[in-house]
T-cell receptor
Framework: GDSVTQMEGPVTLSEEAFLTINCTYTATGYPSLFWYVQYPGEGLQLLLKATKADDKGSNKGFEATYRKETTSFHLEKGSVQVSDSAVYFCALSEYAGNNRKLIWGLGTSLAVNP | EAQVTQNPRYLITVTGKKLTVTCSQNMNHEYMSWYRQDPGLGLRQIYYSMNVEVTDKGDVPEGYKVSRKEKRNFPLILESPSPNQTSLYFC??????????????FGQGTRLTVV
């Protein structure tokens, strides 16, 4: 079945550092790809998404490009802030019959120090 | 404000004592689902519902029940909880668009401990 693999954490960076969190996927079809973020004590929030190859999703300074040739959707930010400390999840959207299901990576914890 | 509301946020219970975790959304979404989140396993889908009175099993349905009597509510029922159901639970909802990929909205989570 479809699957998502993302880099293990925790990732610890200093403020204003460059961030990359790697995400690769396997899928039989052409899934949509997502990054969700989970801030401490809160639920999951959609950070950005891309629905087809070469699409770039962006939000709050974060970007990710849907690369079909490398089956990747790496998350990047040029200058992280302390407020970006959270757990980041890569996911793909899979349709199985009537079920629209999200397949998740295991999450990458990011800690940004001042 | 668009939101998915779960209750309770935290629950400690004993083995075998029936419990219900409620989930309500105010966005008139057709599609709702429940996930559990466990260390090293990520999020796994428990049950989903395409619309009122339409529910089906996800990947890990054993030990759980759901109902969808109203569009806005999708409670998760544990008839006889066991310690292996100790987990963090999330409810999610999204619209059932034909075109495009709808965003899934998540509740804040329910941390359940079964002793």
């Amino acid at each position: 079945g479809d699957s998502v693999t993302q880099m293990e954490g925790p990732v610890t960076l200093s403020e204003e550092a460059f961030l990359t969190i790697n995400c690769t996927y396997t899928a039989t079809g052409y899934p949509s790809l997502f990054w969700y973020v989970q801030y401490p004590g809160e639920g999951l929030q959609l950070l950005l998404k891309a629905t087809k190859a070469d699409d770039k999703g962006s939000n709050k300074g974060f970007e990710a490009t849907y690369r079909k040739e490398t089956t990747s959707f790496h998350l990047e930010k040029g200058s992280v802030q302390v407020s970006d400390s959270a757990v980041y999840f890569c996911a793909l959207s899979e349709y199985a019959g009537n079920n629209r299901k999200l397949i998740w990576g295991l999450g990458t914890s990011l800690a940004v120090n001042p | 404000e668009a939101q998915v509301t779960q209750n309770p946020r935290y629950l400690i219970t004993v083995t075998g004592k029936k419990l219900t975790v409620t989930c309500s959304q105010n966005m008139n979404h057709e599609y709702m689902s429940w996930y559990r989140q466990d260390p090293g396993l990520g999020l796994r889908q428990i049950y989903y519902s395409m619309n009122v009175e339409v529910t089906d099993k996800g990947d890990v349905p054993e030990g759980y029940k759901v109902s969808r009597k109203e569009k806005r509510n999708f409670p998760l029922i544990l008839e006889s909880p066991s310690p292996n159901q100790t987990s963090l639970y999330f409810c999610a909802s999204s619209s059932r668009k034909i075109q495009g990929i709808p965003e899934a909205f998540f509740g804040q989570g329910t941390r359940l401990t079964v002793v």
